[in-house]
Structure formats: structure tokens, C-alpha cells
């Protein structure tokens, strides 16, 4: 079994930063994508960033430039560093990681508020 716990999230003002982090423990051999979506009020889940286990990376188009993916595959975690934050960035951020043939693991949510 692999489990995910995250950690990071908090209130920061506008322009600021936060550091999320995606700690994976179990079967960890068995990971290969690792990443997060959010989900604001009201609003539908979206991806935020990607990374896979060979270090390749993907980002929606919002956050491109402000925000920056990475893994410790050592460590079996993953980050997500947050620069210039923005309200609407202001979510319940829930990470995620993909085994092959397995079904998508998710963290259990963070929340991150970003006061104006």
C-alpha cells in the first residue's frame, strides 16, 4: 500500500510564497507520476502541475512561470513551490501520484488562502 501525505498549505498575502510538499510512504518502487490538482468553491478540480518520475514536468497555463514542480524520488516526495501568489490561487490543493496499472492515489488536501 502507498499512502500520500501532504504538507505546507497556510495563509499568505498576496505576492508571497508557500512550499507544498507530497511525502509518499509503502510501496513507493511503484510510483511513477506525482503532481496536484485544486479545487476552489464552487469551481471544478483542475491540474496544477506534473512531474514524472524522470523528472519531466507540466503546468496549466495559470500558474506557468510562478510555480515550480520538483521530486526527491530518494525521499519518495515531491514539491510544489508557490511564488507571487494570487487570490485566485486560493484553493484546497490535493496531491497526487500514479502507479501503473493501479488506481490514482490522492493526498488529503491542503489549504492554501492567499489574502489580497
Known amino acids: 500500500q502507498v499512502q500520500l501525505v501532504e504538507s505546507g498549505g497556510g495563509l499568505v498575502q498576496a505576492g508571497g510564497s508557500l512550499r507544498l510538499s507530497c511525502a509518499a510512504s509503502g510501496s513507493t518502487f511503484s510510483i511513477n507520476d506525482m503532481g496536484w490538482y485544486r479545487q476552489a468553491p464552487g469551481k471544478q478540480r483542475e491540474l496544477v502541475a506534473g512531474i514524472s518520475s524522470g523528472g519531466r514536468t507540466n503546468y496549466a497555463d495559470s500558474v506557468k512561470d510562478r510555480f515550480t514542480i520538483s521530486r526527491d524520488n530518494a525521499k519518495s516526495t515531491a514539491y510544489l513551490q508557490m511564488n507571487s501568489l494570487k487570490p485566485k490561487d486560493t484553493a484546497v490543493y490535493y496531491c497526487?501520484?500514479?502507479?501503473?496499472?493501479?488506481?490514482?492515489?490522492w493526498g488529503q488536501g491542503t489549504q492554501v488562502t492567499v489574502s489580497s
Open positions: 497526487y501520484a500514479d502507479r501503473l496499472g493501479e488506481v490514482r492515489l
